[in-house]
């Protein structure tokens, strides 16, 4: 299922909603501008955000873009723990709720 050319399909997506899908790119671009965070800082949080949620293609985008503003293995393995941590802390935490007061 997952496979990078199915991208190509969302031209589908702009053609039937254009004004909705230039809207979502501009917001894209905002979001992932310099500001108090950097470029970089910005996608490794995407990286982290892609691992938890488990989209393949969040993670191949925004892995890719990490290391083109100079991501390293070792600040996206730090990433990658962090979003492990969050996944589990989550269960770790709704345990709570397994047991009565």
Known sequence: MFDMKNLGRLK???KNAPEA???FAAFDKAAFAEGVLT???KQ???VAVAL???CPYCIEIHTKAARSVGATDAQ???TAVVAMLMRAGA???HA???FPD
Do not use: D, G, P
């Open 39 to 41: 470029v970089q800082q």
């Open 21 to 23: 899908m230039k809207a």
């Open 76 to 78: 996206l393995a730090e």
């Open 12 to 14: 589908t997506l702009h």
């Open 91 to 93: 269960a770790n935490t």
């Open 44 to 46: 490794l949080i995407a």
């Open 52 to 54: 938890t949620t488990q």
């Open 96 to 98: 709570s709720h397994l």
